[in-house]
Protein backbone atom coordinates (compact mmCIF):
# COMPACT_ATOMS: atom_id res chain seq x y z
CA UNK A 1 0.00 0.00 0.00
CA UNK A 2 0.85 3.50 -0.15
CA UNK A 3 3.49 4.92 2.03
CA UNK A 4 3.45 8.52 4.27
CA UNK A 5 6.48 9.26 6.34
CA UNK A 6 7.05 11.80 9.02
CA UNK A 7 10.08 13.32 10.46
CA UNK A 8 10.83 13.34 12.96
CA UNK A 9 9.15 10.76 15.08
CA UNK A 10 9.39 12.44 18.32
CA UNK A 11 10.90 15.82 19.06
CA UNK A 12 11.67 17.63 22.31
CA UNK A 13 12.16 21.48 21.92
CA UNK A 14 12.52 24.83 24.60
CA UNK A 15 9.86 26.92 24.98
CA UNK A 16 10.56 30.09 22.25
CA UNK A 17 11.23 27.79 19.29
CA UNK A 18 10.45 26.52 16.06
CA UNK A 19 10.11 23.36 14.78
CA UNK A 20 9.89 21.81 11.97
CA UNK A 21 8.00 18.45 10.94
CA UNK A 22 8.31 17.01 7.45
CA UNK A 23 5.67 14.58 5.33
CA UNK A 24 6.72 12.47 3.05
CA UNK A 25 4.66 10.63 0.33
CA UNK A 26 7.26 8.01 -0.86
CA UNK A 27 5.59 6.42 -3.70
CA UNK A 28 3.29 8.64 -5.18
CA UNK A 29 2.74 12.44 -5.71
CA UNK A 30 0.49 13.82 -3.43
CA UNK A 31 -1.66 16.65 -4.51
CA UNK A 32 -3.17 17.08 -1.20
CA UNK A 33 -1.86 16.67 2.64
CA UNK A 34 -3.85 17.11 5.94
CA UNK A 35 -2.38 18.21 9.00
CA UNK A 36 -4.15 16.77 12.18
CA UNK A 37 -3.12 16.73 16.20
CA UNK A 38 -4.19 14.49 19.01
CA UNK A 39 -3.99 15.30 22.66
CA UNK A 40 -4.01 12.45 24.97
CA UNK A 41 -7.05 10.71 24.60
CA UNK A 42 -9.03 12.44 21.98
CA UNK A 43 -9.39 11.55 18.65
CA UNK A 44 -7.63 13.21 15.87
CA UNK A 45 -8.27 16.92 14.96
CA UNK A 46 -7.63 18.25 11.65
CA UNK A 47 -6.03 21.87 11.50
CA UNK A 48 -5.09 22.27 7.88
CA UNK A 49 -5.78 20.95 4.27
CA UNK A 50 -2.94 22.30 1.69
CA UNK A 51 -2.83 21.43 -2.02
CA UNK A 52 0.20 21.49 -4.00
CA UNK A 53 1.60 25.43 -4.85
CA UNK A 54 -1.31 27.00 -3.10
CA UNK A 55 -1.94 28.00 0.44
CA UNK A 56 -3.29 25.86 3.35
CA UNK A 57 -6.86 26.20 4.48
CA UNK A 58 -7.12 26.29 8.30
CA UNK A 59 -9.28 25.16 10.13
CA UNK A 60 -11.47 27.54 12.46
CA UNK A 61 -9.38 28.51 15.50
CA UNK A 62 -5.70 26.92 13.97
CA UNK A 63 -3.61 30.32 14.53
CA UNK A 64 -2.11 30.43 10.87
CA UNK A 65 0.82 31.68 11.89
CA UNK A 66 1.66 30.15 14.81
CA UNK A 67 1.57 26.31 12.10
CA UNK A 68 2.69 27.38 9.14
CA UNK A 69 2.47 25.07 6.36
CA UNK A 70 4.52 24.91 3.20
CA UNK A 71 3.09 22.41 0.30
CA UNK A 72 5.96 23.07 -2.24
CA UNK A 73 6.29 19.58 -4.17
CA UNK A 74 3.84 16.87 -4.65
CA UNK A 75 5.87 14.79 -2.51
CA UNK A 76 6.62 16.74 0.47
CA UNK A 77 4.57 19.05 2.98
CA UNK A 78 5.70 20.74 6.19
CA UNK A 79 4.56 22.09 9.13
CA UNK A 80 6.64 24.54 11.48
CA UNK A 81 5.04 25.31 15.21
CA UNK A 82 6.51 28.95 15.32
CA UNK A 83 7.74 30.15 18.98
CA UNK A 84 6.06 26.98 20.51
CA UNK A 85 4.64 26.94 23.87
CA UNK A 86 4.20 23.34 26.32
CA UNK A 87 0.73 23.74 25.11
CA UNK A 88 1.22 23.00 21.64
CA UNK A 89 2.89 19.81 23.27
CA UNK A 90 0.71 17.30 21.30
CA UNK A 91 0.56 14.44 18.83
CA UNK A 92 1.04 15.68 15.05
CA UNK A 93 -0.36 13.65 11.82
CA UNK A 94 -0.12 14.12 8.16
CA UNK A 95 -2.06 12.18 6.07
CA UNK A 96 -1.88 12.57 2.06
CA UNK A 97 -4.30 12.16 -0.90
CA UNK A 98 -2.94 11.42 -4.39
CA UNK A 99 -6.26 13.28 -5.42
CA UNK A 100 -8.64 10.42 -5.03
CA UNK A 101 -11.77 10.91 -2.85
CA UNK A 102 -10.74 9.15 -0.56
CA UNK A 103 -9.17 11.03 2.33
CA UNK A 104 -5.01 9.81 1.94
CA UNK A 105 -2.64 7.34 3.90
CA UNK A 106 -1.43 8.62 7.10
CA UNK A 107 1.87 8.92 8.12
CA UNK A 108 2.88 7.74 12.08
CA UNK A 109 2.96 10.94 13.79
CA UNK A 110 5.33 12.88 15.43
CA UNK A 111 5.30 13.48 18.94
CA UNK A 112 6.16 17.01 19.70
CA UNK A 113 7.06 18.49 23.59
CA UNK A 114 7.66 21.57 24.05
CA UNK A 115 9.77 22.03 27.54
CA UNK B 1 -25.19 11.41 18.13
CA UNK B 2 -21.99 11.22 16.07
CA UNK B 3 -22.08 11.28 12.75
CA UNK B 4 -19.41 8.05 13.02
CA UNK B 5 -20.10 5.88 15.61
CA UNK B 6 -17.85 3.01 16.62
CA UNK B 7 -18.55 -0.18 18.96
CA UNK B 8 -17.71 -1.74 21.71
CA UNK B 9 -16.22 1.18 22.90
CA UNK B 10 -13.59 -1.03 24.58
CA UNK B 11 -12.83 -4.73 24.20
CA UNK B 12 -11.41 -7.47 25.39
CA UNK B 13 -10.25 -11.03 24.50
CA UNK B 14 -8.06 -13.95 24.65
CA UNK B 15 -5.39 -14.76 22.04
CA UNK B 16 -6.49 -16.45 19.13
CA UNK B 17 -9.73 -15.58 19.30
CA UNK B 18 -12.07 -13.71 15.97
CA UNK B 19 -12.52 -9.51 16.59
CA UNK B 20 -15.02 -7.87 15.14
CA UNK B 21 -14.99 -4.09 15.27
CA UNK B 22 -18.07 -2.00 13.85
CA UNK B 23 -18.49 1.25 12.64
CA UNK B 24 -21.79 2.90 11.54
CA UNK B 25 -22.13 6.46 9.84
CA UNK B 26 -25.00 8.46 9.61
CA UNK B 27 -23.12 10.60 6.57
CA UNK B 28 -22.73 10.18 2.66
CA UNK B 29 -19.10 9.20 2.17
CA UNK B 30 -16.86 8.38 -0.69
CA UNK B 31 -14.75 6.28 1.36
CA UNK B 32 -13.67 4.62 4.88
CA UNK B 33 -10.70 4.32 6.44
CA UNK B 34 -9.70 1.98 9.33
CA UNK B 35 -6.94 3.08 11.36
CA UNK B 36 -4.60 1.23 13.97
CA UNK B 37 -3.09 3.58 16.78
CA UNK B 38 -0.56 2.05 19.56
CA UNK B 39 0.11 3.02 22.86
CA UNK B 40 3.46 4.85 21.80
CA UNK B 41 1.04 6.97 19.63
CA UNK B 42 2.03 5.74 15.94
CA UNK B 43 -0.76 4.94 13.49
CA UNK B 44 -0.99 2.67 10.94
CA UNK B 45 -3.28 2.71 7.96
CA UNK B 46 -4.87 -0.39 7.67
CA UNK B 47 -7.32 -0.34 5.00
CA UNK B 48 -9.29 2.82 2.74
CA UNK B 49 -11.91 1.21 0.95
CA UNK B 50 -15.24 2.70 -0.67
CA UNK B 51 -17.35 -1.11 -1.67
CA UNK B 52 -16.83 -4.78 -0.85
CA UNK B 53 -14.28 -6.47 1.32
CA UNK B 54 -10.55 -5.95 1.28
CA UNK B 55 -8.13 -8.50 3.50
CA UNK B 56 -4.86 -8.06 4.28
CA UNK B 57 -3.05 -11.18 6.07
CA UNK B 58 -5.36 -11.48 9.23
CA UNK B 59 -7.21 -8.30 8.90
CA UNK B 60 -10.71 -8.25 7.11
CA UNK B 61 -12.71 -5.13 6.03
CA UNK B 62 -15.88 -4.76 5.07
CA UNK B 63 -18.59 -2.12 3.98
CA UNK B 64 -21.91 -2.03 3.23
CA UNK B 65 -22.98 1.14 1.94
CA UNK B 66 -26.47 0.97 1.64
CA UNK B 67 -26.67 0.16 5.15
CA UNK B 68 -23.64 2.97 6.16
CA UNK B 69 -21.73 0.27 8.10
CA UNK B 70 -18.38 -1.16 8.07
CA UNK B 71 -17.08 -4.00 10.20
CA UNK B 72 -13.24 -5.00 10.77
CA UNK B 73 -12.22 -8.57 11.59
CA UNK B 74 -9.16 -9.67 13.29
CA UNK B 75 -8.66 -13.58 13.30
CA UNK B 76 -6.57 -15.38 15.26
CA UNK B 77 -6.01 -12.57 17.55
CA UNK B 78 -2.75 -11.80 19.24
CA UNK B 79 -1.61 -9.45 22.21
CA UNK B 80 0.24 -7.36 19.20
CA UNK B 81 -2.86 -6.64 17.74
CA UNK B 82 -3.92 -4.73 21.15
CA UNK B 83 -4.14 -0.88 20.07
CA UNK B 84 -6.54 1.31 19.07
CA UNK B 85 -8.84 0.69 16.01
CA UNK B 86 -10.19 4.24 14.44
CA UNK B 87 -13.29 4.21 12.08
CA UNK B 88 -12.67 7.49 9.75
CA UNK B 89 -15.00 8.60 6.57
CA UNK B 90 -14.39 10.95 3.97
CA UNK B 91 -17.23 12.62 3.29
CA UNK B 92 -18.99 13.06 0.13
CA UNK B 93 -18.27 15.95 -1.85
CA UNK B 94 -15.83 17.48 1.12
CA UNK B 95 -12.05 17.50 1.80
CA UNK B 96 -13.01 15.92 5.26
CA UNK B 97 -12.09 12.95 7.38
CA UNK B 98 -14.69 12.61 10.34
CA UNK B 99 -13.55 10.26 12.73
CA UNK B 100 -15.55 7.84 15.09
CA UNK B 101 -14.30 7.79 18.63
CA UNK B 102 -12.10 4.53 18.63
CA UNK B 103 -12.27 0.89 19.64
CA UNK B 104 -9.68 -0.17 22.05
CA UNK B 105 -9.04 -3.90 22.11
CA UNK B 106 -6.24 -5.53 24.53
CA UNK B 107 -5.63 -9.39 23.63
CA UNK B 108 -4.78 -11.03 26.41
CA UNK B 109 -2.18 -14.35 25.99
Known amino acids: GAVVSQHPSWVICKSGTSVKIECRSL??????MFWYRQFPKQSLMLMAT?????????EQGVEKDKFLINHASLTLSTLTVTSAHPEDSSFYIC???????????FGPGTRLTVT | KNEVEQSPQNLTAQEGEFITINCSYS?????LHWLQQHPGGGIVSLFM???GKKKHGRLIATINIQEKHSSLHITASHPRDSAVYIC???????????FGQGTRLTINP
Open chain 1, 95 to 105: SASPGLAGGGY
Open chain 1, 27 to 32: DFQATT
Open chain 1, 50 to 58: SNEGSKATY
Open chain 2, 27 to 31: VGISA
Open chain 2, 49 to 51: LSS
Open chain 2, 88 to 98: AVYLKGAQKLV
